[in-house]
């Protein structure tokens, strides 16, 4: 991006991640490191959680948003600000530029998830949506900055942001001091860039390992030397970089252990299991640390993990929705479709086939019109909750025992 920018990754450092926490604290909630015993279960190791979902904006975003509008003079803070984000950056900026006084203009991408849009706004800054991508988003906030001269506040690729970042590793470390790994979501590299300083400055032994999605690998190929490509429709849009930092790049290459590359399936597992086991809320970007032991649960076998919990913004549809897809994954929401005759009392039939063996009906649609259904047949689609695979397999065994035609459809059959 453009704006003035230092690009050497020399000027990230240990005593300015310090400074850092200096100048953001009571600005920024220090959010808890805890011990996550049924998360531990679940992937072997011990897991311990940093809770960033819990700052006022619902992300560690801010963090460097501060450092960076706190280090711009008093003709920059009146001329104002921009950023492009496709949400958590854009809401620490605005979040903070208002506390400020500075205006704020943010571009953000027409497909960024409503509930991200509307909180920036609701900061104050001005939201303006263009293009299908960041990258895409990028040119119309080249346009406007140059416009009206505003000033670059980067979401990633710049040391204030960076150092900002960093505190995150140092609070991690001040609570666990025996951690043995940090896994980090990326992106574009702010956030490991600035905790793999602090980490390896507080503990060399540390190791510190990064976290992308298959869809946008920019970072695991420059780890490793590799050519990719980096599109497509991701559940994790906080991590959906296509192009890396500069800086953050350079800095990850030196210091980082690993860089991972995770499903998107895993990742929903991840944000499920947050959910429904920690009984908080993570975004696909947030939980990408997580997706990452369950992915590969013996490379961190009994060891102290530390998972960064970056952001919690997560639209609540896509929330339901996944949810409902774990439990179909899980076989304990199981969708069937029934090849009846057209007679009265069928219905009453397969419902208490089902309730009799302790499964609970929680959708029915009857179709007679369709054309692949006899003129004096009748076709069922039904779900039902079971208490696990097994249990739903017993029911199905049971209609199919009196004589139904039953067939299992994928959960997207059923939804939408």
Known sequence: MTGAVDRSANLVSFEKIRK????????VLETP???APRLSQLTGADVFVKYENMQVTGAFKERGALVKLDS????EKKRGVIAVSAGNHAQGVAYHAGRLGIPATIVMPVLTPFVKISATRGYGAEVVLAGNTLAEAKAEADRLAEENNLVWVHPYDDVHVIHGQGTVAMEMLAAQPDLDVLVVPIGGGGLIAGMVTAAKAINPNVEVIGVETTLYPGMWGAFY???VRCEGATIAEGIAVRDIGEITTEVVKKAVDDVLLVSESSIERAINAYLTLQRTIAEGAGAAGLAALLTDPDRFAGKRVGLVLCGGNIDPRLLSKIVVRELARDGKLVSIRIDTPDRPGTLGEI???IGDMQGNVVD?????LFLNVPAKGATLDVSFEAFDRPHGERIVAALRDR???VRYLEIGDRMD
């Open 351 to 353: 419902a208490t086939v």
């Open 20 to 27: 850092a926490a200096a100048l953001i604290k009571g600005a």
């Open 225 to 227: 030397g590799k050519e």
């Open 33 to 35: 490191c805890l011990l």
């Open 364 to 368: 029915v649609e009857h179709h007679r």
């Open 72 to 75: 711009l003079g008093d003709d």
């Open 403 to 405: 004589g139904f035609v």
